[in-house]
């Protein structure tokens, strides 16, 4: 294990104590194929499955492994028309888990995001009866300003890149403070979940997603 493995997880224990203290329930592994199976340990075969955009689910297989595993996946992209999109959001509100990464969480426990359309957070706030979150320990931050920093100089331009979109910091890689074409719409923080057992984060000793 190197210096930075075993930093890594020194401070996943931590956090866990962290999260406990807001009511989310954290759990740590050393690896993205750990991460897997903790994650298909928390999802019941048959439960009706929803997601966030997340470069970590690819990263660590979570996405293939629900897609093709024995759950009801509600895979949004297969909804074309604006009405197939409306029902697909009502399909999602109503999922038994919802899978997601974090944009960033801080040392006190708070979960930090920045959404585009506000789909992914609007799970993560209400509606599904259960949330996942897979977070690289690359995600962590001192405070909510540093997470926004990260968010905004780190996250946001790899996305736009990613995405197409033709904002300044998908040109600079630094965030411009853009309007038009902006992924950076809602701004959440998740300070406490207030239903017991609903949020869970499963923190991963590898730096994964953006």
């Known amino acids: 294990m190197t210096p930075k493995q075993e930093n890594y997880r020194h401070l996943g224990q931590t ?67 604006p009405e197939e999109k409306r029902q697909m959001m009502a399909r999602q509100m109503m999922a038994d888990y919802f899978l997601m990464s974090t944009n960033a969480f801080t040392a006190d426990g708070e979960l930090v995001n920045i959404d585009g359309n506000g789909n992914r957070v609007c799970f993560l706030i209400q509606g599904p009866a259960h949330v996942i979150i897979v977070a690289g320990m690359n995600k962590f931050t001192v405070s909510i300003e540093d997470a926004f920093r990260r968010i905004h100089n780190v996250a946001s331009p790899a996305n736009c890149v990613r995405l197409g979109c033709k904002t300044p910091c998908a040109v600079t890689g630094v965030c411009g403070d853009c309007h038009p074409n902006t992924i950076c719409c809602q701004e959440v923080i998740t300070r406490h979940s207030r239903h017991d057992g609903r949020i869970k984060i499963v923190l991963v000793g590898e730096d994964l997603g953006y």
Request: charge should be negative.
């Open 15 to 81: 956090m866990i104590r962290k999260f406990a203290a807001r009511n989310m329930e954290a759990f740590y592994t050393d690896t993205k194929e750990e991460a897997l199976k903790k994650v298909l340990e928390l999802i019941p075969e048959g439960s009706s499955v929803a997601y966030g955009g997340s470069m970590t689910l690819k990263e660590t297989g979570i996405f293939d492994a629900v897609k093709n595993g024995n759950y009801d996946f509600i895979e949004r992209e297969t909804a074309k028309t």
